[in-house]
């Protein structure tokens, strides 16, 4: 039987989490080293009573009985179904997923199983999608997932370049040349987007005049910082990136996003030698990115290593490298 295979990869928010979700823009990156493989292969079912059965690390069995996330994949599959398969005659299929990204981590792991979903659907079916149909469909999901989902994930998990967001307006890849290389942290947490995004809008539109305005506030200078952060990427202005990731988390902790894990990695990241840190994500939970600028002498930077020792030592349950520029490879 032949297996059809679509392929998507985890991402991180280099600035605009939360803010974006209120249309300011946002930065994000793809962490080409994670990966989600889907593989696509028909089971014989008729097209006018398919069966989906899905297998992944922590499921087994039919995609309607599901838990979590990929329950949310079932809407999808179907509608994936009857518009791309039902029309070429194909029957039913299996969905097996293998996938290197961990999940409810805020690295955009339902966005990327969705998204090599659809590309596996689609090779099976024979159909060739654009960009905007891939989005699309993947919203589908996203939207059950993340109630008012602002579509960054789905973006950046289909994007091999770096991303400028903007909700509803723009998305514009373009290479990021950058000396310094980010350090992707996970807590080990779970992350929770969905209260954290409750919590920030339940600030935005408080009863209390003040407290409304001073979230207001911070909405807005974390949109001047993506600003910046696009700025200081174009620059190569390592240092001043590292000045922009500090002065967000600061932010993403008044708006009660981080908590005492991730504060203890930033910490222990900038300790050891980090020239920013902050929480990447959703937050309450979930991952972490520190910057490391380039020792100008090797061209190596030997504090990667040491940053990565300190937060495993913190509580950290995994890193990642991910160079800001193409270029020799830091190991
Ligand atoms: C979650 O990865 C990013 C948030 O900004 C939510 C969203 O954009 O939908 C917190």
């Known amino acids: 039987e032949t ?43 008729p097209a006018d ?29 179907v509608t994936l ?12 299929f299996d969905i097996k997923i293998i996938s290197s990204i961990p999940r409810e981590r805020g690295m955009g792991s339902s966005a990327a199983v969705a998204i090599a979903v659809i590309r596996a659907v689609a090779d099976y079916a024979g159909v060739v999608l654009g960009s905007q149909e891939v989005f699309d469909y993947a919203q589908i999901s996203e939207n059950i997932a993340h109630e008012n989902a602002s579509g960054l994930d789905t973006i950046a998990t289909a994007s091999n370049q770096a991303v400028w967001f903007e909700r509803g307006e723009t998305a514009e890849a373009f290479d990021c040349e950058c000396p310094g290389t980010l350090i992707v942290a996970d807590s080990g947490v779970k992350g929770g ?3 954290a995004v409750a919590a920030v809008r339940s ?37 001043s990136l590292g000045f922009i990731m500090d002065e967000a988390h600061e932010i993403l902790t008044g708006l009660t996003v981080s908590d005492r894990k991730l504060d203890t990695l930033v910490a222990a990241a900038r300790k050891a030698g980090a020239i920013g840190a902050k929480l990447t994500g959703g937050g309450r939970g979930g991952c972490m990115i520190a910057l490391v600028a380039d020792d100008l002498r090797s061209g190596v930077p030997a504090t990667v290593k040491s940053v990565e020792s300190a937060l495993k030592a913190a509580g950290a349950v995994n890193t990642w490298r991910l160079p800001l520029h193409t270029g020799p490879d830091t190991d």
Do not use: W
């Open 3 to 45: 297996k059809h295979s679509g392929t998507a990869h985890g991402k991180i928010i280099l600035i605009g989490e939360h803010s974006v979700v209120h249309f300011k823009p946002a930065i994000a990156l793809p962490l080409m080293s994670t990966e989600i493989r889907a593989e696509v292969s028909g089971n014989g079912s």
């Open 49 to 77: 009573d398919p069966r989906f059965a899905v297998d992944c690390e922590y499921f087994t069995g039919s995609l309607a009985d599901a838990p979590g996330n990929l329950g949310n994949l079932q809407k999808l599959v």
């Open 81 to 92: 179904f009857n518009s791309l398969c039902v029309p070429q005659g194909c029957e039913g």
């Open 193 to 195: 987007t969905r209260e």
């Open 203 to 239: 600030m935005l539109y408080s009863r209390e005049r003040g407290k409304a305005r001073e979230a207001a506030q911070q909405i807005d200078r974390l949109g001047e910082l993506a600003y910046a952060c696009l700025q200081a990427l174009r620059k190569g202005d390592t240092a």
